[in-house]
């Protein structure tokens, strides 16, 4: 089965800053897809940024951007001039190149930013 | 473009009760998605229609859960009977066709909480 580990609970930033969320994942599958999301505190999922497993490209989106280690099956999430409004649980989560596509979640890491 | 609907936005039962959630997907959005969120937890896929017909059910507890989508349009998840280990958020998300290619919209969820 496929899995999404985030060792880290909880990150603390200061606005303006840099931070790295870490994401590992284990698949035997070599066509996959990986996401990052937020979660505030409304519940509502937000997609923040999709790698496609077969693109070598890092995705990047405004001020998020990934680095994808495809050999070593991992999939860390930058944020740069970290702002107020990305105070939020984020989620490292995979699905499938083929079949059904329903996404596999890591647990989650809290990222608090100081003001 | 009006998002996810789901309701009620709580709810509390005693333990053996049963409850339902509903949730109105995106218009036109023909895969329909539920998830558990235990707390601490990141979401874990439930079930996922593709309009009417269901594509993965596998990590459905069938004992005690069902879940339906007539019509193909709205969706309704049951818990009977419901145990203190169900308590979390259930979230609904929708995708035009699939979410790899188009991208997964969630709800807000329903915060169930067993007594």
């Known amino acids: 089965a496929q899995t999404v580990t985030q060792s880290q609970p909880e990150m603390s930033v200061q606005e303006a800053e840099t931070v790295t969320l870490s994401c590992t994942y284990d698949t035997s599958e070599s066509d996959y897809y990986l996401f990052w999301y937020k979660q505030p505190p409304s519940r509502q999922m937000i997609l923040v940024i999709r790698q496609e497993a077969y693109k070598q490209q890092n995705a990047t989106e405004n001020r998020f951007s990934v680095n994808f280690q495809k050999a070593a099956k991992s999939f860390s999430l930058k944020i740069s001039d970290s702002q107020l409004g990305d105070a939020a649980m984020y989620f490292c989560?995979?699905?499938?190149?083929?079949?059904?596509?329903?996404?596999?979640f890591g647990k989650g890491t809290h990222l608090i930013i100081q003001p | 473009e009006a998002g996810v609907a789901q309701s009620p936005r709580y709810k509390i039962i005693e333990k053996r009760q049963s409850v339902a959630f509903w949730c109105n997907p995106i218009s036109g959005h023909a895969t329909l998605y539920w998830y558990q969120q235990i707390l601490g937890q990141g979401p874990k896929l439930l079930i996922q229609?593709?309009?009417?017909?269901?594509?993965?059910d596998s990590q459905l507890p069938k004992d005690r859960f069902s879940a339906e989508r007539l019509k193909g349009v709205d969706s309704t998840l049951k818990i009977q009977p419901a145990k203190l280990e169900d308590s979390a958020v259930y979230l609904c998300?929708?995708?035009?066709?699939?979410?790899?290619?188009?991208?997964?919209?969630f709800g807000s969820g329903t915060r169930l909480t067993v007594v």
């Open positions: 989560a995979w699905n499938s190149g083929g079949g059904a596509d329903g996404l596999t």
């Open positions: 998300a929708s995708s035009l066709a699939g979410g790899r290619g188009y991208g997964y919209t």
């Open positions: 229609f593709q309009n009417n017909g269901v594509v993965d």
